[in-house]
């Protein structure tokens, strides 16, 4: 596709239960990163990926919060044993990645999955 | 701890109207600074990108500024429109580490026709 998608675009969890958003980058994308966006607020990094690396996993809130892109392209984010708090928009972003890192690309965002833990 | 503050938390005009929303950093070192529209139940749109060595960036009616000595950004934006009705989010890329973006709360503009 054109754009980033994200899967579901909605999801109702039961405290405890386990879930997993799905993430898939604009095609030929090096660069991707997951944000938490809490009602009210603005997006939160948690993690970032280039290629199949995690390079960045500092804002990831506890050991319950995993990512992978095992092949460089499409990305999970599980959350284990959700928590109430744990409910907001995940937003999945993607950017080609420049040679020249000082300058910096624009990320591109997916419409974000709406997680309610119950 | 880069920070970023926008004001105000919510902005309401009459279409026509040119305004300014503003965004501050408490951190000088930043690579570039972006300006995003977030539509109710949809991702981030990026408007303007500014990189640290540039003073400002235009878009149609759309201006952003960027003063980094002082930690401050403004988005002007022209003629507005009911269009524009959304919510205004400031984000900086701090310089060194990854390329997460360190992003403020949002303006929330409303345009009255």
């Known amino acids: 596709g054109a754009g980033v998608s994200q899967s579901p675009r909605y999801k109702v969890a039961k405290r405890g239960q386990d879930v997993a958003l799905r993430c898939d980058p604009i095609?030929?994308?090096?660069?991707l990163f997951w944000y938490q966006q809490a009602l009210g607020q603005g997006p939160e990094f948690l993690t970032y990926f280039q290629n199949e690396a995690q390079l960045d996993k500092s804002g990831l809130p506890s050991d319950r919060f995993f990512a992978e892109r095992p092949e460089g392209s499409v990305s999970t984010l599980k959350i284990q044993r959700t928590q109430q708090e744990d409910s907001a928009v995940y937003l999945c972003?993607?950017?080609?990645?420049?040679?020249?890192?000082?300058?910096?690309?624009?990320?591109?965002f997916g419409p974000g999955t709406r997680l309610l833990v119950l | 701890k880069q920070e970023v503050t926008q004001i105000p938390a919510a902005l309401s005009v009459p279409e026509g109207e040119n305004l300014v929303l503003n965004c501050s950093f408490t951190?000088?070192?930043?690579?570039?600074l972006q300006w995003f529209r977030q539509d109710p139940g949809k991702g981030l749109t990026s408007l303007l990108l500014i990189q640290s060595s540039q003073r400002e960036q235009t878009s149609g009616r759309l201006n952003a500024s960027l003063d980094k000595s002082s930690g401050r950004s403004t988005l002007y934006i022209a003629a507005s429109q009911p269009g524009d009705s959304a919510t205004y989010l400031c984000?900086?890329?701090?310089?060194?580490?990854?390329?997460?973006?360190?992003f403020g709360k949002g303006t929330k503009l409303t345009v009255n026709p």
């Open positions: 984000a900086v890329r701090p310089q060194g580490g990854s390329e997460k973006l360190v």
């Open positions: 972003a993607s950017s080609v990645l420049l040679r020249t890192l000082t300058w910096g690309e624009t990320q591109y």
């Open positions: 951190d000088s070192a930043i690579y570039n």
């Open positions: 095609s030929g994308h090096v660069s």
